[in-house]
């Protein structure tokens, strides 16, 4: 398949490790799906999933990137929504010993990347992406960001937008930047910026 500009968009549920861990899999095996379709379910700028891998979405979409507000609202729909069932859930759960936990151990954070060229390989009734782009959206879900829910922008997706643009779309914080090293890819540069306000 031929490589093409590709947005990249991975939500990302944190605090699945730990929730898994000490929550018995009956009770998990229902939340996270539930949580994971509620993400899929408010997908208003057609993105296209390649895969979900447990505790995350791969999104992507090629062809023209959708403006700036437009991904931003996509963003805060997400967690919104998110938000929206696990207040669901634990209502749902709350008699389970387990269940009371549920909110105060999940969370949702975005990362963000535009790679120049990524390929769409078929396997199967699935698309795989593959492309050193897809590496890096991948390891920016392992970064230096001192909180727990966010929204992560690669460097590589901001230089498309104007930065008055960017600016103006976080009515409810500010931006901060970070870089972290990876072995075999080098330095990523990248911005954040906390959803808890929402």
């Known amino acids: 398949m031929q490589a093409e500009p590709t947005l990249i968009c991975i939500p990302d549920i944190s605090g699945f490790t730990q929730f898994m861990s000490t929550t018995d899999i ?46 931003v609202y996509q963003c805060r729909l997400f967690y919104t929504e998110f938000y929206e069932q696990l207040k669901i859930l634990h209502k749902k759960y709350k008699n389970d010993k387990q269940g009371k936990s549920i909110p105060d151990m999940l969370g949702l954070k975005i990362v963000l990347h535009y790679g120049r060229e990524v390929s769409s390989v078929p396997i199967g009734k699935n698309i795989k992406l593959m492309g050193e782009d897809v590496i890096i959206a991948h390891r920016l879900l392992k970064n230096k960001v001192p909180i727990d829910e966010y929204i ?4 590589n997706l901001r230089s498309q937008y104007k930065e008055s643009t ?5 009515g409810w914080g500010e931006l901060h930047d970070r870089e972290t090293e990876y072995k075999h890819i080098g330095e990523i540069n990248y ?7 929402l």
Do not use: M, Q
Request: aromatic content about 10%.
């Open 166 to 170: 960017i600016e103006r779309n976080f």
């Open 152 to 155: 992560l922008l690669s460097e």
């Open 26 to 71: 009956e009770l998990g095996s229902k939340v996270i799906p539930a949580l994971l379709n509620r993400v899929i379910y408010a997908n208003k700028l057609d993105l296209r999933v390649s895969e979900i891998e447990g505790d995350a979405i791969l999104f992507y979409k090629t062809g023209p990137l959708p403006t700036f507000t437009e991904l």
């Open 191 to 197: 911005s954040y910026i906390d959803l808890r306000p």
